[in-house]
């Protein structure tokens, strides 16, 4: 028998609102998490040992907005949306608060931590890049600047592989900037492309960006020069994200639709079609790629 390309492994059940963000932990203490926030029943995040729910936070006075697991995946953080606008970070055994930061004047829209462990980023919708050395030892993040530049909301970013550069996205278009001499690069795209989410091919210099009117874009980030551009959905591209081996990209928008290409031949391979609403989210398990 023909295996099924593309099937639901499983569908967790109990998060009473919208979904925001989601996120995967390498193997840890806990074993594999995956963490996701509903948004306006109640401003919390949840904590999965796939597919059992192991912990609910009561996090922010408002909705949770971002996520991201610390490198050793003992520590969860969390960014709040709007008047909260504070950074979080969690034991994930225990659910106890480790510290709190106001970061942004306004939502902090995504986080992400460098492929070293040594760098937080977190991009707002006040426009602000922030930037922290992480310390492994003890948990913690000592801010170090705020990249200026963009002028509107920003709502994605993603640091490459090799730690060295960062690139954020939002609603004026995608700018690069240099990590080890804190510097902007260049501007890859202006206010024709309001970007909604980001994604780094992790083998090679290929960018992928997904936009307001439901296209993906591909870049080559070395010269900043667009490759293929392809019509992905009736509606916003709201997540990307290559499997770890990088020869498959994902993408959901907000036609309820996700779908899977071909980084090789940028082709389509399979949709999935089972949401009924806006899908917002969408994590790769950096295990296995499911």
Same mark, same amino acid.
């Given at each position: 028998? /023909? /295996? ?83 950074? /979080? ?188 609403? /806006? ?12």
């Amino acid at each position: 028998m /023909k /295996k099924t390309p593309l099937a639901i492994l499983g569908t967790v059940l109990g998060l009473m609102a919208v979904v925001t963000s989601t996120t995967y932990a390498r193997e840890s203490r806990l074993g594999l998490m995956v963490a996701a926030i509903p948004e306006m029943a109640s401003s919390q995040a949840q904590s999965w040992r796939t597919p059992q729910l192991v912990r609910t936070i009561e996090a922010h006075s408002t909705a949770v907005d971002a996520l991201s697991f610390s490198p050793s995946g003992r520590v969860l953080l969390s960014g709040g949306s709007r008047s909260d606008a504070h950074l /979080k970070l969690w034991w994930l055994k225990t659910g106890r608060e480790i510290d709190s930061l106001r970061v942004h004047q306004t939502s902090v829209a995504d986080l992400a931590f460098s492929a070293d462990g040594k760098i937080l980023a977190s991009v707002g919708e006040d426009g602000g890049v922030n930037l922290w050395r992480w310390n492994q030892e003890d948990y913690t993040g000592d801010y170090t600047r705020t990249f200026l530049g963009h002028r509107s909301n920003l709502l994605s970013l993603a640091i490459t592989s090799d730690s060295k550069v960062l690139v954020t996205g939002g609603l004026d278009g995608i700018r690069v900037w240099d990590l080890r001499n804190q510097r902007p690069l260049y501007t890859l795209a202006n206010f024709d492309n309001p970007t909604y989410s980001l994604a780094l091919h992790p083998k090679a210099e290929t960018l992928v960006s997904g936009l307001k009117n439901g296209t993906i874009k591909i870049w080559n980030l070395n010269t900043g020069q667009p490759l293929y551009v392809i019509r992905a959905h009736q509606g916003i591209t709201s997540a990307i994200a290559f499997t770890p081996n990088g020869r498959t990209l994902v993408s959901s928008g907000y036609d309820g639709k996700i779908k899977v290409w071909d980084t090789k031949t940028w082709q389509l391979k399979y949709t999935l079609a089972k949401h009924t609403g /806006k899908i917002r989210a969408i994590a790769i398990n950096p295990v296995n790629g499911t």
